[in-house]
Nanobody
């Protein structure tokens, strides 16, 4: 089992910056990729950004040019949010994928962007 613990959410003004971090605990061997998804009430959870062990990244169009994902070490992933918009308000979930295909999710951290 893998436990993912997020931190760094909160209130930020539009145009500002915020950094989210996620640490994986437990059976972290064979984690292939880590990343971030987000969800707003009434909508499906959507990809924000993912990074694999080789450093390859995949960003949602809405995140390109504003957000930066990084793997700080084997069990930590961060998401730097810059130039945030009201539409970035959501619960952000940390995600990890193992080579076996198993997916793991954190409990989520709320990001609220004010005008």
């Amino acid at each position: 089992q893998v436990q993912l613990v997020e931190s760094g959410g909160g209130l930020v003004q539009a145009g500002g910056s915020l950094r989210l971090s996620c640490v994986a605990y437990g059976s972290i061997f064979s984690i292939n990729a880590m990343g971030w998804y987000r969800q707003v009430p009434g909508k499906q959870r959507e990809l924000v950004a993912v990074i694999n062990n080789g450093g390859s990244t995949n960003y949602a169009d809405s995140a390109k040019g504003r957000f930066t994902i990084s793997r700080d070490n084997a069990n930590t992933v961060s998401l730097q949010l810059d130039s945030v918009k009201r539409t970035d308000t959501a619960v952000y979930y940390c995600y990890a994928n193992k080579v076996s295909g198993m997916d793991y999710w954190g409990k989520g951290t709320l990001v609220t962007v004010s005008s």
